[in-house]
């Protein structure tokens, strides 16, 4: 649960931080990017699996396919695209800092999210071998 809290507290940080009319071109890919990841991998995964603690659901799947077949979260990938835009609009100690708590955040996150996945498929350990964490090719 700290995970969550931790990362949601940073999300509203930078977003009552950020400032939107800094904005550049970097700023909106960064967030279209940020949308489109994040909404591919909605779709891929389907509703039913998604879930903001780093807990596996009772009818849990493991999904490979899509953009899962590059990278293992994406999700967590969309999140910090959409902050590192926000960040960067003040780029400074605290926004910068508070983009690097969040990073630090979702990576012990998904560590958890990944034991589980290893105690309950044994095809995890396989596909975690062929695919990046948060960043294809990485």
């Known amino acids: 649960m700290i995970y969550v809290i931790i990362q949601f507290a940073s999300i509203f940080f930078l977003i009552y931080y950020a400032e939107v009319s800094a904005f550049n071109s970097l700023s909106w890919v960064l967030i279209l ?13 389907k509703i039913s699996n998604l879930n903001i603690l780093p807990e596996l659901k009772k009818e849990h799947n493991l999904v490979k396919s899509g953009i899962y077949s590059l990278i293992r979260h994406p999700m967590y990938t969309a999140v910090m695209l959409f902050c590192l835009a926000l960040a960067l609009s003040r780029f400074d100690a605290i926004s910068l800092g ?11 996150k998904s560590k958890k999210e990944e034991s589980y996945l290893l105690d309950r498929f044994q095809s995890y350990q396989e596909y975690r071998s062929k695919t990046s964490r948060f960043l294809p090719f990485l």
């Open 33 to 45: 990017l940020s949308v489109v990841i994040g909404l591919k991998a909605v779709f891929d995964m």
């Open 98 to 108: 508070v983009f690097a708590i969040l990073c630090i955040d979702l990576y012990f």
